[in-house]
């Protein structure tokens, strides 16, 4: 999801991380949630789970709402806060969704920042890094996958690793 210009960097403005972070927490339903997310400079990534297309765009409606409140409320503005609709993909084997899983969470190492986990994302929560990050996590805003590709099935082609990066080819947009 890609910021409409004239906003201040998601990645650089803390208290605007700080609003979509809460948003995002609240963003979860039955049928919907977001499993994975980092918040880059002007856009974002997610991977979510919906029980089928209705839900994923409900749920879609209603986080983006919620996350325009939540940066306008912040900013004192009003409007629209993203530029364009979500592009949504599904994810359909083990290897694309292990690909999609180190692109949101380790994409900050693409652009060449850090080194190892990503502030700004769910990385301290996920659970499959071959070495865990050391901090402690504070409890999670991220909904625990359900879908056994999210679960069980990407692991087949291996944990991901501390400074792993994606490739230089951006794989297919996620939601």
Do not use: C
């Not at 339903?29 to 974002?44: C, T, Y």
């Not at 503005?77 to 592009?87: E, I, L, M, Q, S």
């Not at 865990?132 to 082609?157: K, N, Y």
């Amino acid at each position: 999801m890609r910021a409409r210009s004239g906003l201040p960097s998601f990645r650089a403005d803390k208290l605007v991380f700080k609003a979509m972070r809460a948003a995002l927490a609240e963003g979860h339903k039955a049928a919907f949630r977001v499993v994975h997310f980092s918040v880059q400079s002007n856009h974002l990534h997610l991977i979510v789970e919906a029980s089928d297309k209705n839900a994923l765009s409900r749920g879609m409606q209603g986080l983006t709402v919620r996350m325009a409140r939540a940066v306008n409320r912040t900013l004192g503005g009003k409007g629209g806060v993203f530029a364009d609709r979500y592009h949504a993909h599904e994810l359909r084997t083990p290897r694309e969704t292990r690909a999609a899983l180190l692109y949101v969470l380790q994409n900050w190492a693409k652009h060449g920042r850090g080194g190892n986990y990503d502030p700004l994302s769910s990385a301290i929560w996920f659970d499959g890094w071959s070495i865990p990050p050391r901090a402690e996590p504070s409890p999670p805003i991220v909904a625990a996958p359900r879908t056994w590709l999210v679960t069980v099935g990407w692991r087949r082609h291996g944990l991901l690793k501390m400074g792993e990066r994606p490739g230089t080819l951006a794989p297919a947009s996620f939601a």
